[in-house]
């Protein structure tokens, strides 16, 4: 089930047979509103029209309700970054620069989604679904930077896969937590997220080592090996 926040308080509340999803929607009604710690098990039952005892037919706890909430948040997440992604097509930084797009779009448009499956301070490990889940969405950063490692210029040591996918992950998700969460930023930018994050990244890739030229004309990098190639990081995000 795939929710969006302006689903109306009709199709949220309790339907004989779907109290789960009610309570799920509820939850996430309130995050948006109060934050992943700001409400109780009663008042997701109270908001999804059931009694305080209903919702331990479906939960354990709170924690596990968010992190129901949370695993559904990652699933949405990996499938869109896999779409941005799309095996590197047509080439490996204009299909890396559609991730970070991607990665920023989640954060604005799914905001209660991004903050419990960011910010509920719950352990991953302690729940193995929503870990399979946080790590197949993972999985994608970390395949578009083996790409990018790939591409290491001749005579430079190719940087760890893990590395690179890690530090640019923790890029992302600043750009996105601070500027591009669909809640008011701490500070104005005077550029857009999507160029903050680019700057970021072509910084992070020129340290590395890499060129961060395009290629003249064509806004596009190519795929020739490095030493034929005339920079191919031109905007990764």
Same mark, same amino acid.
Request: neutral net charge.
């Given at each position: 089930?795939?929710?969006?926040?302006?689903?109306?308080?009709? $199709?949220?509340?309790?339907?004989?047979?779907?109290?789960?999803?009610?309570?799920?929607?509820?939850?996430?009604?309130?995050?948006?509103?109060?934050?992943?710690?700001? @409400?109780? @098990?009663?008042?997701?039952?109270?908001? %999804?029209?059931?009694?305080?005892?209903?919702?331990?037919?479906?939960?354990?706890?709170?924690? $596990?309700?968010?992190?129901?909430?949370?695993?559904?948040? +990652?699933?949405? +997440?990996?499938?869109?970054?896999?779409? %941005?992604?799309?095996?590197?097509?047509?080439?490996?930084?204009?299909? @890396?620069?559609?991730?970070?797009?991607?990665?920023? %779009? +989640?954060?604005?448009?799914?905001?209660?989604?991004?903050?419990?499956? +960011?910010?509920?301070?719950?352990?991953?490990?302690?729940?193995?679904?929503?870990?399979?889940?946080?790590?197949?969405?993972?999985?994608?950063?970390?395949?578009?930077?083996?790409?990018?490692?790939?591409?290491?210029?001749?005579?430079?040591?190719?940087?760890?896969?893990?590395?690179?996918?890690?530090?640019?992950?923790?890029?992302?998700?600043?750009?996105?937590?601070?500027?591009?969460?669909?809640?008011?930023?701490?500070?104005?930018?005077?550029?857009?997220?999507? $160029?903050?994050?680019?700057?970021?990244?072509?910084?992070?890739?020129?340290?590395?080592?890499?060129?961060?030229?395009?290629?003249?004309?064509?806004?596009?990098?190519? $795929?020739?090996?490095?030493?034929?190639?005339?920079?191919?990081?031109?905007?990764?995000?």
């Amino acid at each position: 089930m795939s929710w969006r926040k302006d689903q109306g308080r009709a $199709e949220r509340g309790y339907h004989h047979g779907n109290l789960k999803e009610a309570l799920l929607q509820a939850a996430l009604d309130l995050i948006s509103k109060k934050g992943p710690a700001g @409400f109780t @098990f009663a008042d997701a039952a109270r908001m %999804a029209g059931v009694s305080p005892a209903a919702p331990y037919r479906h939960f354990r706890d709170r924690d $596990e309700l968010i992190a129901s909430i949370a695993q559904r948040g +990652f699933e949405q +997440f990996e499938s869109l970054l896999t779409q %941005a992604w799309d095996d590197g097509r047509p080439d490996t930084v204009t299909a @890396f620069e559609r991730v970070g797009k991607a990665y920023l %779009a +989640f954060a604005r448009e799914e905001p209660a989604f991004y903050s419990a499956m +960011f910010e509920s301070g719950l352990p991953p490990d302690a729940n193995p679904t929503l870990m399979a889940a946080s790590e197949r969405a993972f999985a994608i950063i970390r395949a578009a930077a083996e790409r990018l490692a790939a591409l290491a210029p001749p005579g430079m040591p190719r940087p760890p896969a893990m590395m690179m996918a890690l530090h640019i992950w923790s890029m992302s998700h600043g750009v996105a937590s601070l500027f591009g969460r669909g809640d008011a930023a701490r500070r104005k930018l005077p550029m857009s997220p999507e $160029e903050l994050l680019e700057a970021e990244v072509l910084i992070y890739l020129r340290g590395l080592g890499f060129a961060t030229d395009r290629r003249p004309g064509t806004g596009t990098a190519d $795929e020739k090996p490095a030493g034929e190639r005339s920079g191919p990081w031109g905007k990764a995000k």
